[in-house]
């Protein structure tokens, strides 16, 4: 019997954050909406920390129910929370970072007009992505998730006087809603196969079937992607996440790369059951994550939005998580998450202090040289960037190449994913070493003029700006964030730099502690078609234990070099381009035109989808159905009936000749009709009835 | 005792109004005050039925059954179960809201307006506690006269038209569904529900099965259009666009509805069935019709109708899949409509009495001037398309994994109506609300909400949110009513009572 | 003899009425009804209702026929103008008369039997055997008649009272 | 004098025609009439009391057996006399003192009321007729009564010729029967043709007789396809006569149908159900589709009273005490609400008809809410809305033809009540739509007294009739229990028994 | 000896006359005297009647000869009111030709 965690308090005190600032924030000076905010923030992280020390003596997986929700017959969905080491590892991710952000903002958003709005926004997300993360059942789960994508959507839509910010918000949910679709398909399909939602119920009535394979369960699992795909931001529903860069930087920090993002990695981790049992499914994620982490990469190579770099770079990064589980290396995928919240948070933090420090500055093209302006961001970004492109020993280093290594020894087709990974790596550290340097190095190439030319940052939102303790931005152009902003900075630098030691190989003498803390939670590592059937034979799926590492020591060995190899290559191709000859890219860019306007415009996606599905969509809506159908047919039936009658109407009129002569022979037309009719009984030979 | 007569309390309390309004002095807001106590009271009554109700029994209750009229035997029987009990409930709710809406908006020939409301009322609560076939169709019929009168009286540009093709889209279908009461009662000589309930169930009327269809048809036909399911909704949007606010909240949805519970289901169970598929093709139509179309429009009030249009066919799908859940979803989905709609209803015409029009492309980064109106939009907006934790998202749920093992094809083409709903929701939200201040917006003074409209509108909010987290509180009386009516025979197949019997013959002893 | 005097006033009847139908004149209509109406009367003789005869002439042909004939000097109403203003009246009047008068003849025709034979003389109904029902069985009738009347003067001085 | 009680009513409106007439002429020339009215509005109390009194003599005859008062002649009495009180009310709010012939009008509407009251009493059709000539007659006279202009005399005109026309009709049917029966007594007439019917084929005398007498009937109760006069009678005659004449020569000469049908030849059924039966259909039919196009008021209402003597027909066909029940309620009721109607057209509307068409009608809820609010009650009762008598009225007469299998009939029926609703929809839509600028409406004076007496007694019918019409249910009831042999035909009871 | 018939058949053939000269008759004044040649022959046939059924019992019927003295009396009111509605509208409209009669229709 374990003890009562109070788990319903993690979601519900930010929650409450968001109550008092949404409520009443307007109204109250900025330090209390801090406060409260912050609070709201503090406390879950306060109570993960709590967790984490008891965590030993729970017995797992340790549910709370808190009672109904949902009831219809035999169908029964509760609140109902769930705690084990996944959700645990998703607490510390969600708690930690997001507390840091919250921190970060405070610095950030000091002079934004809607500071009280961002924070409840903020909590509000804080009290749907645990939701989502601590779901026993996949209702509840299903609540967070539409949740997180309100959060998002308010947030992207922060400065919504922007016509682009509110598109990019209504974009991100609709997009969504496309996901939520296939999640809701999902769901029923679960009720109708296992009356139920909740997670204990569904897995153990599956793991009791083991010749259940494939079937409805691809199905489900299919589903499940595209819900994934959806929140994920994977191909094909990747679109939303580039333009979601229109909300304030925090919010990219913590929803578009730490947090929400990888709820859709979260989810199939925690549906594994169902995905072990659709080899199919697990190919479709492994191959969807793959393609998506190329195809990112290569777009983010020519971007000059610093921040729309990073974008591209997060899809390209949930790609490798979804490689990950795609090939059944679940808990690499997660730790991949980790490290990845890690750096990706960092590198969205600095990315915001270096655009604060240029008072709204994104383009990439007019910065450099900052290096010994802003140091502290220099430094944290270089643990950032180092991190991300896997130079090792750093926190991306560890987690991208455990993913590798597990493509590289997949069953069917891992080789090839294991290629385009690796190549997709040299990519990574190739455009964040770009940016590393076009940010930080060089000559700044557009002085104070440039800042006319900023395309729609933060500043712009500033109608009426308040001075406060921050300097007024234009006053002096360059200048070091404060320290409110910076301390986050440093925190998760740090983290960046050792957060991979969680899982530090065998291979390279670690223990891989981390693995092997969420086995329990996500068993079954591998589980190739022959052990499947073998599986389905013996009919024990899970007794198969995971290859031992000890054969594959070298062969990780040889691969972590070769990615080590690609990720420095990366970075000379990029010293190259954009420190020793800052020209060549230009010429580059105009021998190859046709490749570099094909990438440069993100292969006109948008633009695709705008044609193919969008227009249809809308020209079928006004003429098809709003012209054709309802005004011509349903309309015009209407009065085509009442227009019937009317003439009818004026044939009987017609009679009405005003002509006494005419009635009376009409009178004694009738009248012989009638004495007719009753003296043949002509009428007897038909029914009345 | 009150329990004995709450019924008749809650349905002529609002007539009695009526007729003091009528001899009321016309001046200051005489009226309007007296109109809105008078609602008031009607929900204060109202709520005595959920606190008195009995969970356990799935029967009529808070029963009045007495003779009006010997002969031809109509009785005055009233009652309310699970289904109804809800749908009295939302309509006394909805009762001082519309009071509170038409404050302002209803300027001149007030007394008209407020007597025509609460016989609206009547006529709506009538309908829904009614247990005697006659008495049932008075109230049905009854509740066009104020609606159409309304219409006329206070359409802005095409009043009477609206108001003339809403009276005969349901009243000539109603005709067909008279004679079908009609020649129930020649088979079965009695107009109480219950009896002919049970006398149907036993097969004691001797109905041959092309009767039944035949009649069941004519029910169906007229519920069909008073919905409106898909094909028969031509009045639905002129009426909205024409009617006063407070009645275009209610003149769609929970009537017709109630009315295909309680008869279609109640009486016809196979009939029903055999009709099915068809009614299920055309509730998913009507879904993805309603939203696509909604899609295209750039005057709030059409938008509204076709959503209403969309959401509605929500509940016609649920209805027809006879899965206890889809039923439940239903009916929740049916009160649903009733209050999310009128909640956006109540919105759009607060937008209109500030900037006086209905074409969003006017407006524009409102939400800067009006913070709260925004808030309660986005918050209305939010229960309509479906995010959990609304009550509308309850509904959807319920209405299509109720349905999907059923017709997995249809409600999965279904369930794409929810990514459409949240796109054309949103796309009103951003073009009202959103982006640049318009030059209308800037050319006109914009109170945020004031006190009035707070109280008309916090209600809602705070229902749609309880709605959609306690569900099992309203579920808990949905479900008995629903369960037998899942089922291919209504359970209620008793063997003729000696009453019924005798009923039969005095109505066969001419 | 009774066959010979039916014929001939028969044939009367008939000339009289065809004569009003043809004339264009209404004078010469009026004086072609009181023809009929005349030759009615010695019809209704030869059936033994004296009273009637003679009630024909007086009322008939003396009373309402001065009084058409007033009307026409009054309005010195000229030859009718034949108007088309209804060509309704031919295309379904005529039919329709020739319809009745077919059917009603061949049904009296065809059971000739039934209605017998009227041998002169019998059954002469006097004024005494008329005035014995009249005044008895049918008082209320003959009383309620005098309302029609009243309501006939009424009627005339309201409508045809002098413009002032 | 016992048998003088039985006609009470009659010769109590003879003594107020009379004392009317009589006053007239002695009042000062110039001097207002009006005081004339109020004394035959009290002739009239005085008859409609006398007639509710006559229910509790013992039924039976009186005169040698010509009249025979029983609970069917007392209900259509207390009708007439209640129609003929609203309309002298309806009079006296319409005419000015200056109207001309006044004193006569009074008297003409009372000496009328005893034909029509005389048509629902009668038993012997010599009496039959001359009521009918009586109540036809000074009909005739008051459609003309607004002599100096074009159209009332046109009205008049039209309706004397053919009506005319329509009696020697129907005065042939009775000369036929009379020669097939050889008697004119209703009582006769059954018996004889009872035994005619068991004896064997049917003689052709009654059944043209019979088809005579129903177009005579059918012309003065304006069913299709003898209707045509009704229109333009009703658009040219004064609305106060048309209040009269719309409700009650139409009910009188209903109660004679019914006598004669259910009374004196239920056995000839076979025969003249099929007749009513088409007649039924056809007056349902063009009566509501004629009124469609329609833009003048009146003739707007002249053809739904086509419709509606179509309703009650279909009543006729029931073949059941029901079936008499529920033509009778449904006379009355749609008199209260026809009478009503025309009240107020004729206060809006004026003597002069100065208001005519629909469209003149636009905003008189901004002139007068009282009239108007009466005003849309009455027509949403003639739609038949529920909780009015109108609907109560459909009700009963289609439950009653659906208890007897008339299934299409019934259809046909309430589809055209569906679309009867259009035309007066658009009234009632006009009513209470804005006003176009100074739109003569909007000078409307608000009631008289007398309107508002019989607009309040008009309306207080209708609603009680809607939703408390027990007692004139089982008036209706008794009534038709005086045939309560009809149904015992043999055409009858396989269809009854079938429909159970 | 003549067969009632006859009578009955006369009677026939001037109603026909009787509705032929109603529709075709422009003058009202002669339209209104079509009139009372129905009525004759509806007398006719009620003389012809009662003379049938004083046959048929055997002793004297006069229902069907009182029948006739009240249509005159009848028709002699109805051409008081009538000829009074005929100088109305004769006044009114200035001519008395059915034709013309028409202001009223549709």
Known sequence: MSPDLHLWLLPIVPFAGFLVNGLVGRKLPKAFVTTVALVASLIPAIQVAGIVTKFGSLTLPHVENLGTWITAGAFHAGFAFQLDQLTLVMLCVVTGVGFLIHVYSVGYMVEEEGYWRFFAYMNLFLFFMLTLVLAENFLLMFVGWEGVGLASYLLIGFYFTRESAANAGKKAFIVNRIGDFGFLIAMFLLIAHFGSLSFSSVFSQITARPDWQGGFLTAIALFLVLGATGKSAQIPLYVWLPDAMEGPTPVSALIHAATMVTAGVYMVARTHVIFDRSPLALTVVATIGVATAFFAATIGILQTDIKRVLAYSTVSQLGYMFLGCGVAAYSAGIFHLVTHAFFKALLFLAAGSVIHALSGEQDMRVMGGLRTKIPVTFWTMTAAVFAISGVPPLAGFVSKDEILYQAFIAPNGGKIFWAVGLLTAGLTSFYMFRLWYMTFFGERRAPEAAQEDNHGAPVHARSDTKLTLEAEPHAHPVHESPWVMLGPLVILAILSVIGGFMGWPEALGGSNWFTHFLEPAVQTAHLSYEQTSVAIATGAAHAVPAPTPAGNHHLELMLALTSTLVAFLGWLFAHILYYAKPALPARLATQLHGLYSLVRNKYWVDEIYGALIVAPVLFIARWLLGVLIDRAVIDGGTLTAGYTAQGFGALVARIQSGNIRSYAGWLALFAAVLLAVSYFGLTAHFSLR | ?510 | MHLALFIVFAVLCVAGALNLLLQRHPINSALSLIVVMSSLAVLYLLLGAEFLAAAQVIVYSGAIMVLFTFVIMLLNAGKEERTHGSKLAYIAGFPGAAALLGLLSYIFLSRRGEFGQARLGEYLATTSDLSRVLFRDLLLPFEVTSVLILIAILGAVALARKEH | MNDALRILPEIIFTLGGILVMLADAMMAKGSSRKPLGWLAVLAALAALGASFWQAQLPPGTAYYGVVRTDAFSVFFHVLIAGIVLATLLIVLDAVTPETEGLGELFALIQFGAIGMMLMSSAVELLLVFIALEISSISTYIMAGYRRKTAKSPESALKYFLLGSFATSFFLYGIALVFGATGTTRIDDIAAAVGKAVTGGPVSPLLTVGLAMIILGLGFKVSAAPFHVWTPDVYEGAPSPVVALMSTGPKAAAFAILLRIAYGALPALQDHWLPILWWLAVLSMTLGNLGALRQRNVKRMLAYSSIAHAGYILVAFTALSPDGIAAASFYAVSYAAMNVGVFAIISHTGGYDDHLTLIDDYRGLAYASPILAGAMAFFLISLIGIPFTGGFFGKFYVFSAALHSGMIWLTIIGLINSGIAAYYYLRVVAAIYSEPAGSAPVLSVTGPSFPLLLAVFLTAGTTLILGIAPGSVLSAARAAAQTYVAAPSSPAASPATTASR | MVPIAYYLVLSAILFSIGVAAFLIKRNIISVFMSIELMLNAVNLAFIAFSRQWSQITGHLQVNGQIFVFFVMVVAAAEAAVGLAIIIAIFRARNTLNVDQIDLMKL
């Open chain 2, 1 to 510: 005792m009150l329990t004995d007569h709450i019924l008749t309390l809650i349905t002529f309390v609002p007539t009695a109004g009526a007729i003091v309004v009528v001899l009321l002095p016309r001046k200051g807001r005489i009226v309007q005050a007296f109109t809105l106590l008078v609602t008031l009271v009607t929900f204060a009554l109202s709520l005595h039925l959920p606190t008195h109700f009995d969970y356990a029994n799935h029967g009529f209750q808070f029963e009045e059954n007495v003779p009006w009229i010997n002969s031809p035997a109509i009785r005055y029987h009233l009652g309310v179960d699970g289904l109804s009990l809800w749908l009295v409930l939302l309509t006394t709710f909805l009762g001082p809201v519309g009071a509170l809406i038409s404050w302002r908006a209803i300027q001149n020939r007030t007394k008209e307006f407020y007597f025509f409301f609460l016989i609206q009322q009547t006529a709506m609560i009538g309908v829904f506690v009614a247990l005697d076939l006659f008495l049932y169709y008075g109230f049905w019929e009854l509740s066009l006269v104020p609606m159409a009168i309304l219409i006329a009286l206070f359409g802005p540009n095409r009043g009477r038209q609206a108001a003339i093709k809403f009276f005969l889209y349901t009243f000539i279908p109603s005709a067909l569904f008279l004679v079908a009461i009609l020649y129930l009662y020649a088979k079965a000589g009695t107009f109480d529900f219950v009896q002919i309930q049970n006398r149907l169930a036993s097969g004691s009327l001797g109905l041959t099965p092309q009767a039944l269809s035949w009649l069941s048809l004519a029910f169906l036909v007229a519920f069909a259009v008073k919905v409106p399911v898909f094909p028969l909704h031509g009045w639905l949007v002129d009426v909205i666009q024409e009617a006063p606010t407070a009645m275009a909240m209610v003149v769609a949805g929970k009537l017709g509805l109630y009315s295909i519970f309680r008869f279609n289901l109640g009486l016809f169970p196979a009939q029903a069935r055999a009709i099915a598929p068809l009614m299920i093709v055309l509730a998913v139509v009507g879904i993805l019709y309603g939203a696509l179309v909604a899609l295209a429009q750039t005057d709030m009030k059409r938008l509204v109708a076709y959503s209403i249009l969309g959401n509605l066919s929500f509940c016609t799908l649920g209805i027809f899949c006879f899965a206890v859940a889809g039923l439940n979803g239903a009916v929740y989905q049916t009160l649903n409509e009733g209050l999310t709609g009128s909640a956006l209803l109540v919105l759009i015409s607060m937008l209109f009495e500030r900037f006086g029009t209905y074409d969003m492309s006017l407006y524009g980064g409102l939400a800067s001037r009006v913070p709260w109106l925004a808030t309660l939009f986005v918050v209305t907006t939010l229960a309509l398309v479906g995010l959990p934790l609304f009550n509308g998202f309850v509904g959807e749920f319920l209405v299509l994994s109720g349905s999907f093992a059923g017709h997995p094809y249809w409600v999965g083409a279904a369930t794409l109506g929810t990514i459409l709903s949240a796109t054309y929701m949103l796309s009103m939200v951003q073009r009202i609300f959103y982006r640049k201040e318009s030059s209308l917006v800037l050319s006109r003074p914009a109170p945020d909400l004031g006190f009035r409209e707070h109280l008309t509108l916090w209600p809602m909010a705070i229902l749609m949110l309880a709605m959609g987290v306690l569900s099992p509180y309203w579920i808990r009386a949905i479900e008995p009513a629903m369960t037998p009516l899942s089922g291919a025979t209504p359970a209620v197949a008793a063997p003729v009572t000696p009453t019924t019997a005798a009923a039969r013959l005095s109505g066969g002893a001419q």
